[in-house]
């Protein structure tokens, strides 16, 4: 197995499974002087950590975040050394435990089970979907936060919000409505329209009470990025960003801008036509494109829409193989489970946005002078 | 500039733009022991190159592919060395280069010429978008029919068509009867229906009356790919094939199997339910997943949906800035132009997919084995 | 600052620095189903901590090592999932703290602290030198324990010892005079002579008493790697071999088999001529290459020899600056120190050679191949 | 195979062998604005290029570069797209391909045929040591070239010369010397002193007669490199060069500085004393580091030694075997050769050199940084 690293200059590699002891994340490329305290990070881990509502698994992590390494001696201020950060799971129960040992060879449907028994057969970690589980995305959430946090010295913001589950849509909403909505009426769905967002969570209750789950899409925002980022040919902005978004368990679409939507527009229809306004600044008429030109980011929102697909795990019966045994079999429902994770994986979305905006910056600009940045932050 | 590699194992460089003396390819990562000669890579760039039919550019490429190293003395071997590839540009007439110097500060919309100009300023290629130009993926498809022979060993095909073009859809079909429609009624939208590849064409022709160009939807099939392609966490085989899409010029948006669809499924409805077959081989009752489990290849059918924005270039005026007067300004139409590009991106889209799982193959499996594997081929 | 990463396939990333919290160590392609505990690590990391005799430095750690990520639930075997290790730091008193706080100004002369100023200003780590501390060395020894482990399946050793103190130098012995040596005569220097080990240690200590330390050279060797590792044209054994070595802190020169002695050696008198042995295996007469033929593994045993330059900490008055005060100084001796390093860089050395040899091996063989040996090997 | 790329921001990648058609070059990370033609790269590949006196090899090659993409339309400036360079063979003769056929299943002592045939097996590429022949060295000359006119706008110099052939060294001398010199003493030898280089050259026509070859050492110089660059832990700006040097054809040992000799001096005679000159410039009052602190650059002149071994290519009967027949054999000599390659060796050393430096500081600075150098450099 490799596959644990994402970026190039802000470079972070994450490990541990989900009844492991804990999950670890070393970040390179951090720039020097920039401060930075676990408060800084507990945050995003808070919005993404599970049992907190009933739309949420009940798995009681508290998923406390400990910095260990890179961090000077006074006023935690980063001296550009990798960042070393730490999560101790605190809730992998032996009852748990046994469960997932006593299915442990009846591969449960549309999860990594069975690719990872393929790959790593008798030794593939039975438990919880062990690195395969959404818990290593506790990892980017952490990344993540760190992230924001460069990204905020140069007023670039990246939010996400669900934008649809099952058949119930949020409104075509602006920027500032969505962090509004957002702030205003925080809702365990993360849907920034109140009434929306209750509509919502009683749909996932009613699939959660006959045992299945539901599915939705994320939209997210990037506002502020400058125009530039994002490398030709292979390494676009738009190509790195569906890397990393893809790589996210569960999601299985992407699109930016008018998406899927460019299917039936013209060239006419689709092209985002320039004009400079009256302070002389670079607009364009509209943002089909999402943000990008060429797939590198042109100034303007860099928006995109995302895919969950709804939780695997569910409490139907359902037909499978036993490996073991070499025959088909009915799995029974087993463990703990989320009955959507479409609100918890909004601040996961973000982070890989976050994440990948960053790392072309610093292509873009070198250490050296995300090094300048930070001497102005810090003062 | 940074970005113009593809691949960890087998890995892509190229270079070469619109309007230069002609396009580089390097591969590394070739097994020894490959015949291979330029009829194995001519054909697939023939399905690419344009002034084919009045739907494509009628620039006349003629893009004749030369083999300069990588092959051994005898037999049209590969020695397991880099191929080298050159396909020099052969139409790129000062008419055209003049057209493009009269315009060069007029920023065209949904082109890649502002946010190359913001990166590269004064020394950005003007002319005819540069290394942003569609003719680097010539560079693509050459070296996709290369990843696609060592496919073929492994009776790995991956195949493409025009799914819909505006809002004229295929039908649905199976992998036979795409193949067997593209076969026998060979067209130039690449759409396997024939009846409704001429409305496609006629659709484009109307619009291409009015100036105008025509979006569609591209889907990719791969058959055959053993289970346990892929890396864990951030390197999912469907993250890779996301990352080659998304960096092909006019993609917008990709999704596997269901994809959106799977917003409005609940848990029951995504999750593949499986089986052993008759024979003792493991099935799945649907493939909802696309191929992927844990964004690892399964063993089932690799399927996803790819949407191409309509060509930039269109023959009305658009409004858009002059950035060397520092002013609006109203373009006009000028050069030649792809009335659509579906059905030419349809072999890029598979070379894409076919690199993503060559690259992930030898991850697993190392050259050496992929090595035994080529000492059968040749005999 | 990037860099903290080692290695393609078997990729070992590190964080952590003198006095901090703790260093951390997260290694990417583990193969699945290998027996690891801490006993296959704590020793080696008891090989290179300070503290154990009068030619070390006495600062206190006891280089505790905790895997927290990797390891299944049963049996201690690995997963397949990348390890996470964790080593606290347990003697950064702050006395210690203080004394580098008074002089953090004032360049201490051979040490990394100038250049880490002029890379990362006042934000600079200034205590014990930070991230370029001898410290790091620890997650080098920790993950060379791994490497190790999976060469020791594969019966390839590597052992490193020390050939010359000063001018004491340790005569010609065999590898396996040196493995006996070394297990029989135990000692601070690693010299596996006892007779000359001592006098190296008589001679450091004599230089310590002057405030002075000491440099010398280190000889490692690994046997029974496979011919065939290594990668042509950039990527050859040799060079990573030379790159992980030259990345540790005090190491100058590095050299393969005759090494500099080739310099004054013809061509008949460098080759090392060729023949089947009685068994009808590949025998070379000699071995000055260093095992290597085209910088690839030959079969032969891989040599070389590493010049470590003494610690520059030492207890002489030195002519230095004073950055802050932008002005000449004479550095008082500070802080605890090495006599010399030698004795504890040998493991140091291993790890890095073993490291890269794991590296070339998964990339030759990839991951399913060393999968495969795993399988046998639990067994 | 892999390992044709070298570099992460200035990234060259290489293909093509001894006797195949040609070699080609992308360079990729190529700062836009700067005025590149043939003529800045043909004088480099004439310092290499082989059949120019006695003490080469006779093949007639004549290494004529073609620069084929990456330049723009006017001024012969580059865009900030990869370059592409193609060199065509022209004097692969059928006659001495015919030699090396006969004797392709003899394994010659010292080349790389015997590894590659294990790695490769019958598909090696058995003509003149194919991939690995020193005629890829051409391919990092040729991308030298350009990093050399990169490193010259800011008044960085890279020079090597011939300081040992055999037992006669070349005197101590200074910077200036060294390239007055060389400059007007031009030689083969590529030694500074005349007198030394004409013993030098009747030295290696002696071995020459008897049908040996000669072996030497080669010190390289990097002017004015300035402080900072090099990454902490794996990536070292020390470890970037010998990663990049030990992997030319027959390079045996590196060291920078007093290299070996650090192994007698202690840390007093080690360290180099810092203090501020009357400018207030950072001045060091010895130079044994070479020019690496913590193995990053600290201003002063970069400067390391590189042994190069003598031709394998002998005309001396030598045991040897043949993997056909499997048995023991004598192998007459054959083809052309070189009596030394280490006046050739060394614009090799300094391609290699001037890439690393180039590479550290695009990441450092970023490629926005580099591009506003551009900009002045080009009026």
Known sequence: MIGNTFGRCFRVTACGESYGKGLGIIIDGIPAGMKLT????????????????????????????????????????TTGAPLGLIIYNNDT?????????????QMRPGHAEFTYYVKYGEYADWCGAGRASG????????????????????????????????????????????????????NHINCPDPEVAQKMIARCME?????????????FIARNVPAGLGEPAFDKLSATISHGIMSIPAVKAIEFGAGFGFATM??????????YDDNGDVK???????????????GDDIVGRVCVKATSTIDIKQDTIDVKEHKNTVLSPITRRDPTICGRAVPVIEAMVAMSIVDHLMLARGFEAVQRLDKEYTI
């Open 38 to 77: 676990v408060d800084d990070i507990q945050p995003e881990l808070d919005r993404r950590r599970p049992g907190q509502s009933a739309i949420d698994s009940p798995r009681g992590e508290k998923d406390k975040v400990e910095i260990f390494a890179g961090i000077g001696q006074d006023g935690n201020l």
């Open 93 to 105: 129960q032996p009852i748990h435990v046994q469960q997932y040992r006593d299915y442990r060879y």
């Open 135 to 186: 818990r290593e995305t506790a990892c980017r959430v952490a990344a993540g936060a760190v992230a924001k946090k460069i990204l905020a010295r140069e007023n670039i913001e990246v939010i996400g919000y669900v934008k649809q589950l099952m058949e119930i849509k949020c409104p075509e909403m602006s920027f500032e409505e969505i962090k509004k909505g957002l702030a205003e009426h925080p």
């Open 207 to 219: 699939i959660k009470e006959k045992g299945d789950t539901a599915g939705g899409i994320i939209e």
């Open 266 to 275: 013209t060239g006419f229809e689709s092209n985002d036509q320039m004009y």
């Open 284 to 298: 364009f008429k509209t943002n089909h494109g999402g943000g990008l030109l060429g797939g590198i980011s042109c």
